[in-house]
């Protein structure tokens, strides 16, 4: 039992570590490799995209015209204690062709000899992985919702059959009742017929012993 527990407690580990964590990476962007913090998500690029619209809409940020494949949100404040606003250019990807259902999220991270403080900026490095950081558990919670209304939709489709089912057995019950009545009504007509059968060879008996007379 106690190695049952350590070895879950490791497979967690391993999937928080794997997935929960933001690091330090690069991304390409207009032909070149640039700083940006990378986080590795459980999900598929189209439910990561989904999330972030989600998240950044309901925080009253709305998504522009997508740049050089980056998603764009403009003039945001992803930093509470920072007075300054940022533009944010998200990266979806698919990690590998195997692993279609895990999602590399690049957040870019503009140099900062080339930041412009006062106006619209990057984050930095250290902001942009706490940023990401922030956003894998939006993520996880929408995907939560996605898998509950999935399932949900499942129970529905499972009960809505076994209403069904339900109703073609009450619909057979009534086609049984009148079949088993026919059958009975079928077994007391073929009791008089036999009777009926008797009677005639009976008579059928007397006229030919007549006959012989």
Same mark, same amino acid.
């Not at 497979?11 to 070149?32: D, H, M, P, W």
């Given at each position: ?5 350590? &070895? ?9 570590? /794997? ?15 640039? /700083? ?14 989904? @999330? ?33 606003? @940022? #533009? ?16 590399? *999220?690049? +957040? *870019? ?10 106006? +619209?900026?990057? *984050? ?11 956003? @894998?558990?939006?993520? #996880? @919670? ?7 209304? #999935? ?20 619909? &057979? ?11 009975? #009504? ?26 012989? +007379?």
């Amino acid at each position: 039992m106690m190695k049952k527990t350590i &070895l879950f407690f490791s497979i967690t580990l391993v999937s928080v570590f /794997s997935y929960g964590q933001a690091r330090q990476g690069v991304v390409e962007y207009q032909n070149k490799l640039h /700083s940006a913090a990378v986080i590795e998500l459980p999900y598929s690029p189209s439910v990561v995209d989904a @999330a972030m619209n989600d998240y950044l809409s309901r925080k009253g940020k709305s998504r522009t015209k997508e740049v050089k494949g980056f998603a764009t949100f403009r003039n945001t404040r992803p930093v509470q204690t920072d007075s300054v606003n @940022a #533009d944010l250019y998200f990266k979806t990807e698919r990690k590998s062709k195997k692993e279609k259902e895990v999602t590399v *999220l690049s +957040l *870019l991270v503009m140099p900062t000899d080339e930041q412009t403080p006062g106006n +619209l900026h990057y *984050l930095n490095m250290d902001d942009s992985k706490n940023y990401l950081n922030d956003l @894998a558990y939006e993520i #996880d @919670a929408y995907n939560l919702e996605l898998t509950i209304k #999935d399932q949900n939709d499942v129970v529905m489709r499972a009960e809505a059959k076994y209403k069904t089912l339900l109703n073609d057995g009450d619909e &057979l019950e009534v086609k049984r009742t009148a079949i088993d009545k026919k059958i009975m #009504d079928n077994k007391i007509e073929q009791q008089q017929q036999l009777k009926e059968i008797a009677n005639q060879k009976q008579r059928l008996s007397q006229w030919a012993a007549e006959r012989k +007379l």
